[in-house]
């Protein structure tokens, strides 16, 4: 299995990368609520991606690849923007997020967190992001 979806980067599109993502999510053996929180992380890598690499310039997009290996499902996105490495992220600390009531900056956490494992390249121009999940 290798399938591939080209977003665009308008926010509008992630309702398609859900879509995408369920139909893709049920050929697999995970369940319901591990193929949600799949769906999940991918969503937040794609949307930061389109947010902040891409400033929601809909003339510009980000390319999803999803490969399955043994028992394995992969989820490799490419883009060409401002590059953000998501393993060299810190993590915030919970107790000053909830005592300033700082919206955003938990997904990455979460990513971290529902992945198995995740790897990041760039290249100066091209940037890589590859979601390990076992089945």
Avoid at 23 to 33: F, N, V, Y
Avoid at 57 to 74: A, C, D, G, Q, S
Wanted: hydrophobic fraction near 35%; include cysteine; aromatic fraction near 8%.
């Amino acid at each position: 299995m290798k399938q591939k979806l080209r977003l665009y980067c308008n926010t509008d599109q992630l309702v398609n990368l859900r879509q995408f993502l369920d139909l893709e999510l049920k050929e697999t053996t995970l369940t319901e609520i591990d193929s949600l929180q799949v769906i999940l992380a991918v969503e937040e890598v794609c949307a930061n991606l389109i947010i902040h690499s891409h400033d929601c310039n809909p003339t510009e997009f980000i390319e999803l690849y999803v490969l399955r290996k043994n028992e394995t499902i992969i989820f490799e996105i490419k883009d060409y923007g401002r590059g953000f490495n998501i393993i060299e992220y810190q993590e915030p600390n919970i107790d000053q997020v909830l005592k300033t009531k700082r919206k955003g900056g938990l997904g990455i956490m979460l990513v971290k967190k529902i992945m198995d494992k995740i790897e990041f390249e760039s290249n100066g121009t091209k940037n890589t992001c590859r979601l390990f999940k076992n089945l």
